[in-house]
């Protein structure tokens, strides 16, 4: 690939999800997206003609020697196969969140992968917005001294309540708040802060079932509840670091801050990080308590840049460096996500067996496009 300045990408699952990829992967001229494949083959030919790409199906895909990418935006339950499948084919891939289903099935994907010399990457890519960029950088100044303490607070009333067409696979394995919506924050902690030691918590169910409840839902569909919808815990962080997280689907209204971060200087209110914009807010710099102040957001990519961890791992391949949202990263994620309900089960801490390094920060002044 030495003289490339392009990384072909094929793009499995065509859902609500993917036109985000679509419509972003535009900004970066590293990546070259060629073609797409669907279990649902006329979705799949559908987003070929609004994006100008060819409709395949997923062997053909597999098969082709232009593609070098798989990027893997289908339902949780297929992550993994598809994942080793694309392995086995001799292609790198990246997986929307969660990276897999279990901890074991993650590590599988990485051994195999760096047998076979091939990058595997994972969403989620917002903690490289340019809200959760300030909060590394302020962190990284010093802006708030030594970071102790903190809170990660992820509680709505579930997807089939408000956006998703599609809600079933967020109450099978996989599913719930925890593997839906905790890869951002822990995903964001973890860039903030460092890896995770050790999880404790207890988990819960509101309902054993749930009703879909869009106009777009068969009227009255029960979704089986095969998770917990209610995870309450505290991470101890390799730097001394301590946070509780709580990441529900019970709640029908609440006003908490998405993360917040203690340190021995002062305070950070972290933006949503499942978005790439601010607010960030600081309470910093004095002597005595002070109010927040509005930090500006200092760092590019605060609109929906999803498909900037896909250009990033692709320009690591053109460049032979390290990538941002790498499988390491994503596995650690998985533990730390699957050792809350461990936890819970078992009544003790949880220590983690993986690790992964903070990714390298983006730096400051970058122009649209750039990543270095
Ligand atoms: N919808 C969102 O807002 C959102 C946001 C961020 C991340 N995600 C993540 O993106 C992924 C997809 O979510 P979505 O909301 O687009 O789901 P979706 O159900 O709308 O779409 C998934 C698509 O994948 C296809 N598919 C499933 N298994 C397949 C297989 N084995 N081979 C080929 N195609 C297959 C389905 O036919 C479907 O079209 C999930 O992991 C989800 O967590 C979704």
Redesign the pocket.
Known sequence: MSNKTQVNIGV???????A?YFDAAKTFNVINVVSC????HE?AKEKAEAYGIKAVT?AEMMADPAVDIILN????K??H??AMQALENGKHTYS???FTLSYADSKEIIDTAKAKGLKVGC?PDTFLGGGQQTCRKLIDDGWIGRPTSGTAIVMNCGPERY????PK?FYEQGGGPMF?LGPYYITALVNLLGPVKRVSAITSKAFEERIAGLQAHVPGEKLPVEVPTNLSGVMEFHSGAVINMIASFDVWKQDHSPIEIYGTQGSLKVPDPNTFGGPVKLAAGGRKPVEWSDCPVAHIYTDNM?SIGVADMAQAILDGRDYRCSGDLACHVLEVMESFEKSSISGRHIELESSCERPAPLPLGLITGQLD
């Not at 494949?37 to 649902?40: T, Y």
């Not at 956006?163 to 599609?166: D, K, L």
Request: one cysteine or more; proline letters at 6%.
């Open positions: 499995i699952g065509c859902g609500q999800i993917s985000a494949a669907d279990l649902n979705v997923v935006l289908t339902v949780p297929a992550h196969a598809i929307e969140k969660p969403a956006y998703h067409a599609a696979f839906d999803r």
